[in-house]
C-alpha cells in the first residue's frame, strides 16, 4: 500500500481512537486491526515513518529505530545462516527482518518488557518464538549455538552486581556489552553478532571489550558510524558492531546513510572487506589506531583542504621546540618570542597568551607550545588553530564522543598543514592593513557621532573605502533567488517609493530563503525535529501564523525559534550540525547562523508593517526608509561576503553512476545571468532531480531544500524565474516571483509543495 495512504489511514484510526482507549494501546490495536502477517509489519512502519515511535506507548523506548534497522538487517544477513537470536528484541523487527533476508527456519527473542513481548508476539512468524524475561540472568530454552545474534542493545542500563566471565575477562558492568559477550559463546563456527552500541566502545572503552571479546573467541569485524540523528533513543551517535570468529589485522568502518546507492557501496564493501571510493563508503583501519569515525572524517576533510589550499605537511615535532601543560591560569607564564597557548578540552581556542583564552576554570588543560621561528611564526599559527584547517586538525586527533580529548603526545605526534614562511609573513602583513583599516573606519563613524556637522570631512575620507563599485560585484556571487531580486533593485528607474518596495519584497524572500535552508536542515534529522519541532509549533500556533499561508512574520518566527538550536547544537556536536547542512566550512556556517541575519529580518519586518499599515508617507520619510533599508543590505553583504561561493546552489542535470559515485552536471543558480552555468559536482548519495541543493563545490556533501523555492520557466514567456511559495489555496499552490513582473503569479497543485507542508504539520496528540 502506497506510504501517504497508510500514513493518512493512520491519522484516521487515532482520531477514531481516542478516547475509547488507552495511548499505550494505540499500536497494539492498530497492528491486531490488520488482517495479515505483511500488513501488520506495514503499519508498524508506519508507525515508526509517522514520527509516532516514540509517543504515546509505554513500551516506546523498545521500539526499533526505523532507519537504521533494516541496515541492520541486511549487513547481519552477509555470511548466510539459518538461525538468529535477538537478546534485547523489543517489537522484534530487526529479528524479523534478519530472518527473512536470511530465509532462516529459527528465531528466537528475549524482552523483558511484558507489553513489548506483547506487541512482538503479535508480529511473529510461525517459525519465530518470543521469551519474556532476563536476556542476562535468565533461563531460557534457547538453541546452543546460532548463526546470527543481533541487538539494538539497551543504552546505558547497569548491572548489579557485573556479570563474572571466565578466564581473563573479568566483570561486565554494561548490559549491552554483557549481551555481546554472551552472545560470542552462542556463535556458530561462522556465525556473526550484529549489535548497537554507543561510541563510547569505538574508542579506549571499545579497546577493552574487544580484549575480552578475544579472550572468549570473538574478533571485531567492523565498526560502521551512525551519525547522531538516525537513533530514537538519544541526540548521540553510534556503532554498528560485528563481531565474529574470524581474526583480522584490520576492522572495515564506514558511516551510515539513508541513500540506497550509499548503502549497497557499503554492503559490497563490507562483503569483500575492502575501502570505498569515498571515505563514507568504507575504509579499513587498526584497531589500536582509531579513535572513532568523525577523528577518520576529520583528517580526510584536512588532506582535502590542504591539497586545495596549497599547504605542506610538516609534522608537529620538527615545529615545536618545547612544551608544557598546565591547568587553568595558575602559575607563572614563562615567555618566548614564539610560542602560544592552546586549549586540550572543551571549547577549542589558541592564542598567544592564556588572557586572551577568555574566563577559564582551575581544572582546563591548556598546553604552550614554543615553535620554531625560522618554520613558523605563532601569530600566523594561533590564526590557522582558530580557522578551518585548525579546526579540522583537532578534530582529527580528538578522542572520546560526548566530550572530546586531545592527547598530548598523539598532538606531537601528528602532522600539520602550513603555507611557506614568507606566504606566512604576507598573510600576516596584510591582517595587520586590515586591522588597520577597521580602526580608520571605526574612528571615522565615531567622529559622525561626536561631531555630525564634520560629516563632508568624515564622507571624503570614505571615498578611499568606496564600496557602491563592488556592489553588483558583490551580487553577482549570491544565489539567483537573492541576487535577482536585488538586481531589480539596483536596474529600477522607478522612484523611491518604488525602490523601497523592490527592498522589502527583498527581505521578505530573505526571510523565506534562510527560513527554508533551516527547514530542509532541521527536517534531514528526525531526531532533531522530533525534539524541537514541537517548540515551532507552538510558537506559531501563539503567534496565529500558519504554513498554509507563507508570510514575512511566519518565515522570521521559524528562523527566530530554529537559529538558537541550531547554534546550540553546533557547540554541543559540531559534526552532527554539518551533515545537518551539507557542510562543515566553519566560514559557511557562521554565516548561517550569525545573529545579525535575524536582527536585519527583523528591523525590515517593522518596516513592512509601518509601511502597510500606516498612513501616506511624505519624500523625507521615503528617503528615511530607503536609508535604513540600504543600511540593512549592506549588514547583509558584511555578513554573507562572498560566502556562497562555497555553499552553492544548484539543480541537478544529468547524472552518471560510476563505481559507486554519482557524477552530476548541475546548474549553478548564481548572479542574476541566466542561462545558468553547469559544473561538474561528484557525491557519494544522489540528488533528486527537479529539486534545488545547497553544496560544497569542494566537497561531496549536499543538502536538500524543501520545494518552497522553485526556479524554473516562467508560464506564460518560458524565461528562467525564481518563484517562492506563498499560500496554500484548497486544490492548489501559490508560487510568487520578486523579480519577475511579466508572469509574477504561479497557481497550480505542486505534490512535492503539499508533502512538504504535510510533513510540517503537528503530530496528532495521543
Not at 48 to 61: I, K, P, V, Y
Not at 471 to 497: C, Q, Y
Not at 611 to 637: F, K, M, N, P, W
Request: aromatic share 8%; glycine share 8%; charged share 25%.
Amino acid at each position: 500500500m502506497n506510504q501517504d495512504t497508510l500514513q493518512h489511514q493512520l491519522w484516521n484510526f487515532i482520531d477514531e481512537l481516542r478516547g475509547k482507549a488507552p495511548a499505550a494501546e494505540y499500536l497494539k490495536q492498530w497492528l491486531l486491526d490488520a488482517d495479515d502477517h505483511q500488513t501488520r509489519w506495514d503499519r508498524l512502519n508506519a508507525w515508526l515513518r509517522s514520527g509516532l515511535g516514540d509517543r504515546g506507548a509505554r513500551n516506546a523506548e523498545h521500539l526499533p529505530s526505523e532507519a537504521v534497522v533494516p541496515f541492520m538487517a541486511k549487513l547481519a544477513a552477509i555470511g548466510g545462516g539459518d538461525s538468529v537470536l535477538d537478546p534485547a528484541c523489543g517489537s522484534g523487527l530487526l529479528l524479523s527482518l534478519v530472518g527473512m533476508n536470511l530465509g532462516a527456519s529459527l528465531l528466537h527473542g528475549i524482552d523483558i518488557n511484558a507489553e513489548t513481548v506483547e506487541t512482538a508476539r503479535i508480529l511473529a512468524s510461525e517459525n519465530t518464538k518470543i521469551f519474556c524475561g532476563d536476556s542476562v540472568h535468565g533461563d531460557h530454552p534457547l538453541e546452543e549455538s546460532y548463526d546470527c545474534i543481533v541487538a539494538e542493545s539497551p543504552m546505558g542500563l547497569r548491572l548489579n552486581p557485573p556479570l563474572g566471565f571466565p578466564g581473563g575477562v573479568g566483570k561486565v558492568t554494561d548490559v549491552g556489552e554483557a549481551l555481546l559477550c554472551q552472545s560470542v559463546s552462542r556463535l556458530s563456527e561462522s556465525g556473526r553478532a550484529v549489535f548497537l552500541l554507543p561510541p563510547p566502545y569505538a574508542c579506549q572503552k571499545g579497546r577493552k571489550l574487544w580484549n575480552r571479546l578475544e579472550d572468549l573467541g570473538g574478533h571485531l569485524r567492523a565498526l560502521i558510524h551512525v551519525p547522531a540523528g538516525h537513533h530514537k533513543a538519544a541526540s548521540i551517535d553510534y556503532y554498528i558492531v560485528v563481531v565474529d570468529k574470524v581474526a583480522r589485522q584490520q576492522v572495515f568502518t564506514a558511516q551510515f546513510g539513508t541513500d540506497t546507492a550509499l548503502e549497497e557501496e557499503i554492503l559490497k564493501n563490507y562483503e569483500n572487506h575492502q575501502g570505498g571510493k569515498r571515505l563514507a563508503q568504507g575504509a579499513l583501519v587498526t584497531p589500536e589506531e582509531f579513535s572513532g569515525f568523525p577523528s577518520l572524517e576529520a583528517n580526510d576533510e584536512l588532506q582535502k583542504l590542504a591539497r586545495r589550499s596549497g599547504l605542506n605537511a610538516i609534522p608537529i615535532s620538527s615545529l615545536v621546540t618545547k612544551h608544557e601543560s598546565r591547568k587553568g591560569l595558575d602559575g607563572a607564564t614563562e615567555d618566548s618570542a614564539n610560542d602560544l597557548f592552546l586549549t586540550l578540552d572543551g571549547k577549542r581556542r589558541a592564542a598567544l597568551t592564556p588572557g586572551d583564552l577568555g574566563a577559564l576554570s582551575k581544572n582546563r588543560r591548556l598546553l604552550r607550545l614554543v615553535l620554531d621561528a625560522e618554520q613558523v611564526d605563532a601569530r600566523f599559527m594561533v590564526d590557522s588553530l582558530n580557522s578551518e584547517v585548525g579546526r579540522l586538525f583537532i578534530d582529527s586527533i580528538s578522542s572520546g564522543s560526548t566530550i572530546q580529548r586531545i592527547s598530548v603526545q598523539d598532538l606531537l605526534d601528528s602532522t600539520y598543514f602550513l603555507p611557506p614562511r614568507d606566504i606566512q609573513d604576507q598573510v600576516i602583513d596584510a591582517n595587520s592593513r586590515l586591522t588597520a583599516l577597521r580602526a580608520e573606519l571605526d574612528e571615522i563613524e565615531s567622529a559622525l557621532r561626536r561631531q555630525p556637522r564634520s560629516a563632508d570631512k568624515q564622507l571624503a575620507l570614505l571615498e578611499k573605502v568606496n564600496h557602491e563599485d563592488t556592489l553588483e560585484a558583490w551580487v553577482e556571487t549570491l544565489p539567483f533567488p537573492l541576487a535577482s531580486i536585488l538586481w531589480r533593485w539596483r536596474a529600477s528607474n522607478g522612484g523611491i517609493r518604488e525602490r523601497n518596495e523592490i527592498l522589502l519584497h527583498f527581505f521578505e524572500a530573505l526571510s523565506e530563503f534562510w527560513a527554508t535552508i533551516y527547514l530542509s536542515a532541521a527536517k534531514s534529522d528526525s531526531e532533531f525535529w522530533s525534539e524541537h519541532g514541537k517548540s515551532l509549533h507552538a510558537n506559531l500556533e501563539k503567534a496565529n501564523l500558519s504554513f498554509d499561508r507563507a508570510t514575512f512574520g511566519l518565515w522570521k518566527c521559524v528562523i527566530e525559534t530554529l537559529s538558537k538550536k541550531f547554534r546550540d547544537l553546533r557547540e554541543k556536536d559540531s559534526n552532527r550540525c554539518a551533515a545537518m547542512f551539507g557542510t562543515g566550512r566553519k566560514d559557511v556556517l557562521d554565516m548561517l547562523f550569525d545573529r545579525r541575519i535575524l536582527t536585519v529580518l527583523q528591523d525590515a519586518n517593522g518596516m513592512r508593517n509601518d509601511h502597510a499599515h500606516g498612513g501616506v508617507l511624505g519624500a523625507r520619510d521615503l528617503e528615511i526608509i530607503y536609508e535604513r533599508l540600504s543600511g540593512l543590505i549592506q549588514t547583509c553583504r558584511s555578513v554573507m561576503g562572498t560566502t556562497w561561493e562555497r555553499y552553492e546552489l544548484t539543480q541537478p542535470a544529468e547524472c552518471r553512476y560510476t563505481n559507486g559515485l554519482f557524477e552530476y552536471s548541475v546548474k549553478r543558480l548564481v548572479g542574476t545571468r541566466t542561462p545558468f552555468v553547469t559544473a561538474e559536482r561528484t557525491t557519494i548519495e544522489g540528488m533528486d532531480d527537479g529539486y534545488l541543493h545547497f553544496m560544497d563545490p569542494d566537497g561531496d556533501r549536499f543538502i536538500k531544500l524543501l520545494p518552497f523555492l522553485r526556479v524554473m520557466a516562467s508560464p506564460q514567456t518560458a524565461t528562467n524565474a525564481c518563484y517562492f511559495y506563498n499560500r496554500n489555496l484548497e486544490h492548489q499552490h501559490r508560487f510568487v516571483s520578486y523579480h519577475f513582473e511579466a508572469d509574477s503569479e504561479v497557481e497550480d497543485l505542486f505534490a512535492d509543495t503539499a508533502a512538504a507542508l504535510d510533513s510540517l504539520r503537528p503530530l496528532p496528540e495521543l
